[in-house]
């Protein structure tokens, strides 16, 4: 029996209704990367009005090689965020990797490097941890993490009794002091590093999984998405992501100290939502994260470059954050698409 539909236009008002969401989605997340992008570069033109050595080709990579610590880190940081989660364990994590890999890696035993993977494996274990404390116990991400950071720092403050040992794995100085065809190793680094985050995070299943479960966790799960293991795979790779940075760290400054990933815990935050994330998870891309993190690195180097104080980049950093959240906020991009339909 065919059973006749009384109105034939509501399946035409449903998908109409659909693509119009969707494209309201695309178009926030766009003009978010696209305004960063353009920011970075009137940044960079601009500072040659405040010094010729500023805005050169030079310059450029530096922002790049120093950019490529804070892109690290705020991959995972956007993961977590992505879920509506949030990771201050972060600056522990890497200060746990750098400190692992000068003590059990070194620089006198170069055939040492096949240690590094224990390294982030031993890093993993602090974001799975965390995570069990969040999915399992029920324990708020803010608390769970920050609880993670404080034991991690201690352990750490106990197991270097104050002063840490050990050189830079030969690896990690490659990585970050090396040139390949005439260009920095970080620069290509990144480039590989973002492309294969965007994949991840925008192409594959799991990151699909992952915005599902930031937009609404209930629904997810009717869905069939894995949800449990979902809710756990953000912090695990967040904290091998920061394990990785603390490696880079390493390599960049040849030793590692107790405080050596503090500086990057607010600015890994800012990164993403600069770049268009919704802090309660459920929206935003790398490549805006991407760019939130270069545009933070790029106004650090500007602000040393002029000598202002390391404070005053706190506080541009903090009110970058609030502009962010004012701009961003939904019924900006629904007025915006209104203006251009």
């Not at 940044?43 to 405040?50: C, M, N, S, T």
């Amino acid at each position: 029996m065919t059973v006749m539909n009384d109105d034939p236009i509501a399946p035409a008002r449903f998908q109409q209704k659909a693509d119009t969401r969707r494209s309201a989605r695309i178009s926030a997340e766009t003009v978010s990367t696209l305004a960063v992008a353009i920011l970075c570069v009137v940044l960079l033109v601009g500072a040659r009005f405040i010094s010729p050595s500023l805005g050169s080709w030079s310059q450029v990579e530096t922002v790049l090689v120093l950019g490529s610590f804070l892109v690290v880190l705020s991959f995972g940081q956007g993961l977590v965020i992505l879920t509506g989660g949030l990771d201050l364990s972060l600056p522990a994590v890497a200060t746990l990797g750098g400190i692992l890999a000068t003590n059990w890696v070194g620089a006198s035993d170069p055939g040492a490097w096949y240690l590094l993977p224990l390294v982030l494996l031993a890093c993993g274990c602090v974001g799975f941890l965390s995570a069990a404390g969040i999915v399992w116990l029920k324990v708020p991400p803010f608390i769970m993490t920050l609880a993670m950071s404080i034991i991690v720092s201690s352990l750490l403050l106990g197991y270097t009794k104050g002063t840490p040992r050990g050189a830079a794995p030969d690896a990690a100085v490659a990585l970050m002091k090396g040139h390949v065809l005439g260009l920095p190793a970080p620069v290509l680094f990144l480039v590989a590093f973002v492309l294969l985050g965007w994949l991840f995070q925008s192409r594959s299943i799991y990151g699909r999984y992952l915005y599902a479960i930031g937009t609404n966790v209930e629904a997810a799960r009717i869905a069939g998405a894995p949800v449990t293991a979902m809710r756990i795979l953000p912090y695990v790779v967040s904290a091998v992501s920061a394990g990785f940075a603390g490696l880079m760290l390493v390599g960049y400054s040849s030793g590692a100290t107790l405080r050596m990933g503090d500086s990057y815990l607010l600015p890994s935050i800012a990164a993403v939502v600069i770049g268009g994330s919704s802090i309660l998870g459920g929206r935003g891309t790398f490549l805006g994260t991407v760019g939130g993190a270069i545009l933070l690195t790029t106004l650090g180097t500007i602000i040393s470059a002029i000598g202002l104080e390391f404070g005053l980049r706190t506080i541009i950093e903090g009110a970058i954050v609030l502009v962010a959240l004012l701009l961003l906020r939904e019924e900006l991009f629904q007025k915006l698409g209104s203006l251009w339909r």
